[in-house]
């Protein structure tokens, strides 16, 4: 057996012998084949391009379908639980941003860790409706059902549920409901409660409550969650031990419940409040109670058979981390009026054209399997749902669907999901970039605990400050500065928004490449160097140049650079207005080129990747069973264990060849890609849609579709485990990309757009919309043709395949590809090389 290359781990083929790591790393070791798909039932989930429909209340775990059929703004969010308010996972209403914070204690402290934990809050709940007939409750886990279907319906966002219940005296009880969080009416939720008893006459009972489960339970609720794993989960929520909803108001009558909180720590203020309206012929009595942590207005009717009994049930919510809880009550009874005047129709009508106008600017189609748009259009549905409303606050890794990471902003939003909103819908991303800037001053002070120049943000966070106890994967990860640049940068190639870059903007750009030059330096050999600092991989932290890291990095001194350049050049006076404001001046810009220009980025000449790192190939690549069960790995291995090996989390290299592939070659990104793609285990749910991506575009089809296939429905199928926590929200902002950038083959380099398709073989064409610098264009690939309609604005100008395109404004161009949209390139799986090839690269040294 050949010597091992210098500074290459050993790997273990499947007889467990030492063999030389090479470029292919196949030698049995595929750690990414562990994540299989699970079938969706279809039976009790049929297809339905617009829909996601269950016919049946045990479909999916109750976790999973509350995620599922939750309907959110962006600011308000309801899970999907039952209306009867019983057999749940997580009864769950939460407001974007709306928070309580705690002490961390550390075991072993030390200066700058993070010291204050967020944890977003369960809002009052007021989705409970519950219906007794003959004093017999409705019960969904243990009815007699001879119909049920509960669907959510893309095209509306209106969550409907139609069911016939068989009670135990024999009588036939129709419902029908409805729920909707209004994407025109940021602060409302609209409920809707039928009854109909079709053949026998019966006493109705309906109870209608405002619940604060935060910090008490309703009597049916059980404590023992049975779905979720035991042991730790940092994917999951912080829990809070004290009382978080302080009673500031509430009162109740003729149907109408007030509620007023305070959260104990953070001070943030909350205001309720319910109007209810009943039809029917039947007479109906009523009474309303109020308490500290809920309220109930309960109707009594005799149903008479034929009339539908019909309640009506709005909810307003407003927060505010200063205004009193009373005004913030004020508030509510003002939305509730508003919406009262219009009635549940308009509402719902409003809401339809809401959504007509976002899939007009935002639908993917596939001209293949139904089952595949209907998937496609469940994340770009939540991606409506995460961000629309979101506007001065940040999109949650989880939206407001669930309480999974505590309701943190990470760097999901400027990587995985403002590509879809900077292309269809600019203005949401523009919200999602100013909250950002909003939160630079606390960045600036984020900087200065770390001993840096200029601005740090944090990594994870509600409300600007760090709350990430583990600074190894957490406060290491300095990309996020860069990833919001890149962001900002993205967003002004793709919309020309020169003030938003003027006036906050380049603070933004300023202060994070202000950063670089203060943690970096410049070495004996005059390169510029980031050591101490962790990639996207959080299977392998502090680490030394980082590839990722110093590719991101250099983007965002080059970008600083120009930013301040060209506004400079505007000669219209606001360039000293900047320089005042930020005290920068020539010599500044100048080192941020100068590192820029020697930014360390590190290839193997023998191998011919990019080390994902300084030491990365030094390790010993994972060899571990495939058929083990347990993943992932980080909840079942030391994090010591893992960091010591050649294992990945995140595709880190791969996703450096995405954001910044004009800086790499086909071949490098070939020779990466096989290198790190068997290395990936899928442990992410942010790995698969670049690795798909990237596959993508040099022309490994299958593996393109393989990944694109699990991103897919990492929700509808729960690929990971815990869709009961909310839903992925950058995964389904990277299922876009995957379409559009990956089998659409469209980049954005310097502002030119460009298009490469790679449609899978699966599917006769895919279609997609963007928008550019204010021109909206559909875009339709085959495999042997992209047409481009230009549907509105100014002359649409790209390249196809390299050659340049000109779409007039209101004109159609069709454009025949050549046979690289069709060429699919066989993976190589070279098990060992020859024992003279690797000689050959043992005398290579791995080279900056």
């Given at each position: 057996?050949?010597?091992?290359?210098?500074?290459?781990?050993?790997?273990?083929?499947?007889?467990?012998e030492s063999v030389p790591g090479n470029i292919r790393t196949t030698y049995g070791v595929n750690l990414r084949s562990h994540l299989e798909v699970p079938e969706i039932n279809r039976s009790t989930h049929p297809v339905d391009p617009w829909r996601w429909v269950e016919t049946s209340p045990k479909a999916s775990p109750l976790g999973v379908s509350e995620t599922q059929f939750a309907v959110a703004n962006g600011y308000l969010g309801m899970r999907g639980n039952p209306e009867e308010g019983r057999d749940s996972r997580t009864h769950g209403t939460f407001i974007n941003g709306f928070h309580e914070t705690w002490p961390i204690q550390h075991a072993?402290?030390?200066?700058?860790?993070?010291?204050?934990?967020?944890?977003?809050?369960?809002?009052?709940?007021?989705?409970?409706?519950?219906?007794?007939?003959?004093d017999e409750p409705l019960r969904l886990g243990a009815a007699d059902l001879e119909h049920y279907e509960r669907s959510i319906d893309f095209r509306d966002g209106i969550l409907r549920r139609e069911l016939v219940w068989r009670t135990p005296a024999g009588k036939k009880v129709i419902v029908r409901t409805t729920r909707m969080v209004s994407m025109v009416e940021k602060h409302l939720a609209v409920m809707t409660y039928e009854v109909e008893l079709p053949d026998e006459p019966a006493p109705v009972v309906i109870s209608s409550q405002v619940l604060n489960r935060q910090d008490g339970e309703d009597e049916y609720h059980s404590a023992v969650d049975t779905e979720t794993p035991e042991g730790f989960d940092p994917r999951r929520s912080d829990g809070l031990e004290h009382r978080v909803l302080e009673s500031q108001h509430c009162e109740g009558q003729h149907g109408y419940q007030v509620h007023g909180y305070k959260c104990a720590n953070s001070g943030m203020t909350i205001g309720v409040a319910v109007d209810h309206r009943v039809e029917t012929e039947d007479e109906v009595d009523m009474n309303t109670d109020v308490h500290e942590d809920g309220s109930t207005v309960v109707y009594h009717a005799h149903a008479t058979p034929g009339r539908v009994f019909r309640l009506t049930k709005m909810a307003a919510y407003h927060t505010s981390d200063q205004a009193p809880a009373q005004e913030l009550v004020e508030r509510c009874a003002r939305?509730?009026?508003?919406?009262?005047?219009?009635?549940?129709?308009?509402?719902?009508?409003?809401?339809?054209?809401?959504?007509?106008?976002?899939?007009?600017?935002?639908?993917?189609?596939?001209?293949?399997p139904a089952e595949t748009q209907q998937a496609i259009r469940f994340n770009l549905f939540q991606l409506a749902q995460a961000s629309a409303r979101a506007e001065t606050n940040g999109i949650a890794a989880k939206g407001v669907t669930g309480s999974g990471y505590s309701g943190h902003y990470f760097w999901d939003t400027e990587t995985y999901v403002l590509p879809f909103l900077t292309y269809t819908l600019p203005q949401f991303a523009r919200n999602a970039l100013r909250f950002r800037y909003s939160m630079l001053d606390k960045a600036r002070e984020r900087a200065r605990f770390l001993s840096v120049k200029g601005a740090l943000y944090p990594w994870r966070t509600i409300n600007g400050e760090e709350a990430s106890a583990y600074y190894e994967a957490g406060t290491a990860q300095y990309h996020i500065n860069a990833d919001i640049a890149h962001a900002m940068v993205k967003y002004l190639w793709a919309t020309d928004d020169q003030e938003f870059m003027i006036r906050e903007g380049v603070d933004v750009l300023v202060e994070t490449?202000?950063?670089?030059?203060?943690?970096?330096?410049?070495?004996?050999?005059?390169?510029?160097?980031?050591?101490?600092?962790?990639?996207?991989?959080?299977?392998?932290?502090?680490?030394?140049?980082?590839?990722?890291?110093?590719?991101?990095?250099?983007?965002?001194?080059?970008?600083?650079?120009?930013?301040?350049?060209?506004?400079?050049?505007l000669?219209?006076?606001?360039?000293?207005?900047?320089?005042?404001?930020?005290?920068?001046?020539?010599?500044?810009?100048?080192?941020?080129?100068?590192?820029?220009?020697?930014?360390?980025i590190i290839y193997d000449e023998a191998l011919g990747v990019h080390p994902q790192d300084q030491d990365f190939l030094a390790k010993e690549v994972w060899d571990q069973d495939l058929e083990d069960p347990r993943r992932p790995l980080l909840l079942h291995f030391h994090p010591l264990v893992i960091y010591r090996h050649q294992v990945l989390k995140q595709a880190d290299v791969v996703l450096a060849m995405f954001l910044r592939g004009d800086e790499f070659t086909e071949d490098q990104k070939r020779n990466n890609f096989e290198y790190y793609d068997p290395l990936t285990t899928g442990d992410s749910t942010l790995s698969a849609v670049v690795q798909s991506i990237i596959a993508a575009e040099i022309g490994y089809c299958d593996e393109a579709f393989e990944h694109f296939s699990k991103a897919l429905v990492v929700d509808l199928a729960d690929v990971h485990g815990n869709a009961s926590d909310g839903i992925h929200v950058a995964s389904a902002g990277g299922v876009w990309s995957a379409l559009v950038s990956g089998f659409g083959g469209m980049r954005d380099y310097q502002g030119d757009i460009s298009f490469d398709p790679r449609v899978p073989a699966e599917w006769d064409g895919l279609t997609f919309r963007l928008t550019v610098r204010g021109t909206h264009v559909r875009v339709r690939c085959t495999h042997e043709l992209i047409t481009i309609v230009n549907l509105n604005g100014a002359d649409f100008e790209c390249a196809v395949q390299g050659q340049p395109v000109l779409v007039p404004a209101g004109e159609t161009v069709s454009i025949e590809l050549d046979e690289r949209a069709r060429v699919c390139r066989p993976r190589v799986t070279t098990a060992v090389q020859d024992a003279e090839a690797l000689d050959a690269m043992a005398e290579g040294a791995p080279a900056l």
């Open positions: 057996m050949s010597p091992i290359p210098p500074g290459r781990g050993p790997v273990h083929d499947t007889v467990g072993e402290d030390a200066f700058g860790l993070a010291r204050e934990g967020q944890t977003m809050v369960e809002v009052p709940d007021t989705k409970t409706i519950r219906i007794y007939v003959d939305t509730l009026m508003r919406a009262r005047d219009r009635g549940v129709e308009d509402l719902h009508r409003t809401q339809r054209d809401w959504y007509d106008h976002f899939w007009h600017r935002g639908d993917v189609e596939v001209e293949g490449a202000r950063m670089w030059v203060s943690l970096g330096f410049f070495g004996v050999d005059g390169k510029f160097h980031i050591h101490g600092v962790t990639g996207p991989d959080e299977y392998t932290t502090v680490v030394d140049n980082n590839l990722f890291t110093n590719a991101m990095a250099r983007f965002n001194l080059v970008a600083a650079s120009i930013a301040c350049k060209r506004i400079a050049e000669g219209d006076g606001r360039w000293e207005g900047i320089c005042w404001r930020l005290k920068i001046d020539d010599d500044e810009i100048a080192e941020w080129r100068r590192a820029a220009k020697n930014m360390v």
